[in-house]
């Protein structure tokens, strides 16, 4: 079994092909500018996950006084979509983008509490998605595109990634990879979603047990089972479905810049900008986009909209890593 060392860095695709662009990308943009991009700012972080706190807590108190369904439904995707960007919030302490400086004591605890609400292993996550940014462009050794991306160009296989099914696609993709772990790794996994579901189980035997199933089915069901799927199907439509093979600038999907879509998806929308980026804070990549617009231009690379993406997705039942422009 490969080490975790080995395991970690495979070939580096993604780098190794994306040299000659890499370098126009850093000249695109003013060293100064791109210094002051990076910043992090503990803040501006929390006060985001404030935001979502204060969500969540609005959209629980909606469910649990309000029986009209044009107040609870709202509220429960609202808590759905809350749920979701946990994830994202725990991508930002992957890539130590919280922080200042390095704080290993404060990323450990903020990786555990961000990954806790939507039922990930932090360790898991962590090194599946550094892998995905060191291979990406790989179908063998990207783990989304190798264990995740749906291989049935069906479109009743593509919906199934928008309903419950999601979780045992999710997971199943995620024990294929874990086998390329080291032992003390895998353990390490295995801890954490025990640890993870035991949360999770108790948080459903409290909520059945002192509001009943239909609190259950408004409060936890709807938004883990129904509402998380959608919102991490849309989300992942914008990331590298449709692309140019062909220019390795273009192996992420350029996302049209939305006010709505900022606060819903916390900046992850901006997808193609955190490849190049890493480390630059969610918070920062609505500048990064309109810095970067010459270069888009040079490589003539395409704004898109979730709504086209879907339109291509589902009705068009495009190929996923291809480029949709073409016929």
């Known amino acids: 079994m490969k080490t975790e060392t080995e395991s970690r860095h495979k070939n580096r695709y993604y780098y190794k092909h994306s040299k000659d662009f890499r370098r126009e990308l850093h000249d695109a943009i003013p060293r100064d500018v791109l210094r002051e991009l990076h910043c992090c700012s503990a803040k501006r972080h929390f006060s985001i996950v404030l935001r979502q706190f204060l969500i969540a807590a609005l959209a629980v108190f909606g469910i649990l006084h309000f029986d009209s369904a044009l107040i609870w439904l709202p509220c429960s995707i609202a808590l759905g979509f809350v749920i979701f960007d946990f994830s994202i919030l725990l991508h930002e302490v992957i890539h130590n983008a919280v922080f200042e400086k390095r704080r290993p004591g404060w990323n450990f605890f903020l990786g555990w509490l961000y990954a806790l609400p939507c039922g990930l292993s932090r360790s898991q996550f962590t090194r599946w998605h550094l892998d995905h940014h060191q291979e990406l462009g790989s179908s063998q050794d990207d783990p989304k595109r190798a264990h995740l991306t749906p291989k049935k160009i069906k479109r009743w296989y593509k919906f199934l990634y ?154 068009e039942n495009r190929i996923p890593h291809t480029d949709w422009s073409l016929p």
């Open 162 to 315: 928008m309903t419950p099914a999601l979780f045992p696609i999710y997971f199943r993709a995620a024990a294929q990879e874990v086998k390329n772990y080291s032992l003390e790794l895998q353990r390490t996994i295995r801890m954490e979603r025990r640890i993870t579901l035991s949360v999770h189980f108790l948080a459903m035997f409290l909520i059945l047990f002192s509001g009943g199933v239909w609190t259950f089915i408004q409060l936890y069901a709807i938004p883990y089972f129904f509402v998380f799927p959608v919102a991490f199907t849309i989300n992942r439509l914008g990331q590298h479905y449709n692309v140019n093979p062909n220019d390795a600038a273009q192996w992420s999907t350029l996302m049209k810049g939305s006010c709505f879509w900022d606060h819903v998806y916390l900046y992850s929308n901006y997808h193609l900008e955190h490849h190049y980026f890493p480390a630059v804070p969610f918070y920062n990549l609505p500048e990064l986009q309109k810095l970067l617009q010459p270069f888009y231009n040079r490589h003539k690379i395409k704004p898109q909209t979730y709504s086209r993406l879907l339109y291509g997705w589902f009705i």
